[in-house]
């Protein structure tokens, strides 16, 4: 199993090497199709905690896991334009903890009232693709897609599910079985656990005991030999002095 990690920022490839030299969490088109070039048929999961940034960058991204057919596991923020990305998993998991944020595109002008209105004819065309793209995945109304970018919506990852954005939510099954299941042992089960670990204790007890008495007769066989060799000639024969051998 590959995983192709989306943090930080979105941004363009002209502008990562300034997110490199501060060392600033990012990602671009360009780290994503290098991840995609190390993959060898492998199952992938596009792993995504970001607040979004380029919409044109997001849409690379976006277009190049469309094609990876792959899994996309929210563990953070999907948000803004790294919301749209998710939405190209061919299943998308959600942490309990995640969240979702889309909203409306944004930008700056500069110029005359045409080009304001130039640019919001823009944005709309940019809020209208977006749209579709979370259209595509949802099924929902284009139109209600739209309100909730316009009142930029968070969900949690309950309300992702029930509104198409994810497919499920991760370690549900694991929370559902903890839930769920209940178990009690048999009052015979605790009592025989009770009485094998009293005969251990028991056991280990006697066990120190018998420790305690054979390191008693050791001292005294030490004390014993200690005041032999102070009364003991020099030239005693070597074969006493196998006396001292010692047994534990």
């Known amino acids: 199993m590959k995983r192709i990690k989306i943090k930080g920022t979105i941004v363009t490839n002209d502008e990562a090497w300034i997110y490199d030299l501060f060392e600033i969490e990012h990602t671009s088109p360009k780290m994503v199709e290098e991840a995609i070039e190390e993959l060898e048929g492998d199952e992938v999961i596009v792993e995504i905690n970001s607040g979004g940034g380029s919409v044109n960058a997001g849409s690379e991204i976006y277009t190049a896991i469309s094609r990876l057919n792959a899994t996309v596991e929210i563990v953070g923020l999907a948000g803004s334009a790294a919301s749209f990305i998710a939405m190209a998993g061919k299943k998308v998991r959600i942490a309990p903890t995640a969240q979702i944020m889309i909203h409306n595109a944004s930008t700056v002008a500069i110029g005359d009232k045409q080009e304001m209105i130039d640019t919001s004819d823009f944005l709309n065309t940019i809020d209208s693709s977006i749209a579709y793209a979370y259209q595509l995945k949802t099924g929902l109304d284009k139109k209600e897609l739209m309100e909730m970018m316009?009142?930029?919506?968070?969900?949690?990852?309950?309300?992702?599910?029930?509104?198409?954005?994810?497919?499920?939510?991760?370690?549900?099954?694991?929370?559902?079985?903890?839930?769920?299941?209940?178990?009690?042992?048999?009052?015979?089960?605790?009592?025989?656990?009770?009485?094998?670990m009293k005969q251990k204790d028991n056991e280990l007890l006697s066990r120190i005991e018998n420790i305690e008495e054979k390191m008693a007769l050791l001292t005294d066989n030490l004390t014993n030999n200690l005041n032999e060799d102070k009364n003991e000639n020099k030239s005693q024969e070597p074969s006493r002095l196998k006396r001292r051998r010692f047994f534990f």
Request: charged share 30%; aromatic share 6%; glycine share 2%.
């Open 150 to 196: 316009s009142k930029e919506t968070w969900l949690t990852a309950e309300e992702a599910v029930e509104k198409g954005f994810a497919d499920e939510i991760m370690f549900a099954e694991k929370i559902d079985a903890v839930a769920s299941t209940s178990l009690v042992l048999p009052d015979k089960v605790v009592n025989k656990v009770r009485s094998v």
